[in-house]
């Protein structure tokens, strides 16, 4: 199914047999460019050498070029149609999935999708100046390829606004480029979405573990029986693999690096020399996690089961899963908090899955830690990284208003002050990180503080020139 560039909207749908849609998008495709100038990178490039996708299919969504970055080819592709698709959970399970959006059900779509739509322009204003601080011309590429891919998503959620939404789609379209990461009068609209990106850390922890929460949350509206969602965030789920590869091996690196250094000067405090310490590296990794758990909702949302219930959004891997996908009768444990103590409570299975579902990212989360504990390991190290309780700093659902310690133990306020800077990185932590930010433009060569790549992008060497500054 190959995508037909020599349309102004690339796209699969057949736009050009839909002249008032194509008339709609093209009118909102000026806003975009103009945004993508404004609020997209800050740093100047002739050329990038980036992935555009071409076809839909498993071989041809993959072509790779120097481009100019403004001239990216945004568009509109959706995963191939399956005909005999139908709903896989719910109460109207087993019924053919739906073509267009059922009244009683529109509010709650287009909540979902403005919502989803929402975060991909978000994490592009985060890291906007990232680029000014690469620490090499093969991560400065990879920043782009994220960049460029997130504003095809929002391409992805503004079609499906403009096809089935009506005019409050066409608004709510315009208003995803209204709102701004960390505007105070207009922000964006799920809280990790307004935090800063300031440096290269906080960018591949964003993208190990913020990024990681977008996988989950298009797995389960690639659930959703309301098939042009589903095939969309399909295919976006292909690009988002490579987001988080860039935040697994970013944090690889900068952890590789870190223990090189401590071996060569037989000390934990590597930032004289350069380094990141690894109590840092943790306090990163408490920060992104906890701020990124916040992503999934409250432990217990009726919002989740009634979404669930009319088919809207799915559980992780639906088809998958060993029980009758209504669940009506389940049950699930889901944290409380009883008599001053972290404790568990049984409620219903449907209430709970925005729990479920953050219990399977968690568990995908670990296979980072393991990953980055091997390479402390195999390096000779002792020290080790772990993942924070899951009440840990947290600002949305049960533990909201609690102070929970990274061991999982509830403690007051006053304890929580004293610890904060110990748990969390400090002013001095980041002061640190950001002093290490300088740019290193010339093929092949790296900053100090992270370790170089295993290979480059595409089968293409790692002294590659793949980002033409202008
Ligand atoms: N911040 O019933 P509850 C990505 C609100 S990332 C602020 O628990 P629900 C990406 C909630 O709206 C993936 N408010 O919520 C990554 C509700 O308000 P109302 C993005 C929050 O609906 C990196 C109230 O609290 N996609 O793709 O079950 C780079 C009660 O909450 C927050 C999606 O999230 C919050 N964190 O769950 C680029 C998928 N959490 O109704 C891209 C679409 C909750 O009382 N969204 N609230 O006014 C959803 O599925 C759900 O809306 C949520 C929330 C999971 C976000």
């Given at each position: 199914m190959s995508i037909d560039y020599s349309e102004k909207i690339p796209n699969n749908?057949?736009?050009?047999?839909?002249r008032r849609l194509q008339r709609a998008l093209e009118s909102w495709q000026p806003n975009f460019i103009n945004w993508w100038k404004t609020m997209g990178p800050a740093v100047p490039t002739e050329d990038v050498y980036l992935r555009t996708a071409v076809a839909v299919g498993r071989e041809g969504w993959a072509h790779f070029d120097h481009v100019v970055m403004e001239d990216y080819r945004w568009g509109v592709f959706l995963a191939?149609?399956?005909?005999?698709?139908?709903?896989?959970?719910?109460?109207?399970?087993?019924e053919p999935v739906w073509q267009q959006v059922p009244g009683e059900y529109r509010a709650d779509l287009q909540r979902l999708i403005v919502i989803q739509g929402d975060t991909e322009p978000a994490s592009v204003e985060q890291q906007r100046r990232l680029g000014e601080t690469a620490p090499s011309l093969y991560d400065l590429r990879n920043l782009f390829q994220v960049n460029v891919e997130e504003g095809r998503h929002l391409w992805a959620m503004v079609y499906l606004l403009h096809a089935y939404f009506g005019r409050a789609g066409r608004e709510e379209a315009e208003a995803l480029l209204q709102r701004n990461s960390?505007?105070?009068?207009?922000?964006?609209?799920?809280?990790?979405?307004?935090?800063?990106?300031?440096d290269w850390l906080s960018f591949f922890m964003f993208t190990y573990f913020t990024d990681r929460d977008g996988k989950y949350q298009l797995g389960t509206l690639k659930e959703s029986a309301f098939d042009p969602l589903s095939r969309t965030c399909e295919f976006m789920l292909k690009e988002e693999a490579h987001h988080m590869f860039v935040g697994t091996t970013g944090v690889d690196r900068v952890v590789a690096r870190t223990a090189e250094l401590m071996r060569e000067h037989d000390t934990e405090d590597v930032a004289p020399h350069g380094g990141i310490p690894l109590d840092v590296i943790q306090k990163y990794v408490n920060f992104h996690y906890s701020v990124s758990l916040d992503l999934f909702g409250s432990e217990k949302s009726t919002n989740a089961a009634n979404y669930f219930t009319a088919g809207l959004k799915g559980r992780w891997q639906e088809e998958r899963?060993?029980?009758?996908?209504?669940?009506?009768e389940d049950g699930r444990d889901v944290e409380t908090i009883r008599d001053d103590a972290i404790t568990t409570e049984q409620v219903s299975a449907l209430v709970a899955l925005n729990h479920d579902l953050r219990t399977e990212y968690v568990a995908d989360c670990q296979t980072g830690m393991k990953r980055w504990n091997r390479v402390l390991e195999n390096a000779g190290i002792d020290r080790r990284l772990s993942l924070p309780h899951v009440?840990?700093?947290?600002?949305?659902?049960?533990?909201?208003?609690h102070h929970v310690t990274p061991a999982g133990e509830l403690v007051g306020p006053d304890v929580w002050e004293a610890n904060r800077d110990r748990w969390l990185p400090s002013e001095g932590d980041k002061t640190h990180v950001r002093s290490l930010m300088r740019p290193v433009y010339e093929p092949g060569k790296m900053a100090a503080w992270i370790a170089p790549p295993m290979k480059g992008i595409n089968d293409k060497p790692v002294d590659y020139e793949y980002v033409h500054l202008a």
């Open positions: 749908v057949d736009l050009a047999g839909d191939e149609r399956n005909s005999d698709r139908r709903i896989a959970f719910g109460e109207q399970k087993g960390g505007d105070l009068d207009s922000p964006r609209i799920l809280g990790a979405f307004n935090e800063e990106t300031p899963r060993k029980d009758d996908h209504v669940l009506t009440g840990f700093n947290r600002h949305v659902g049960l533990f909201a208003g």
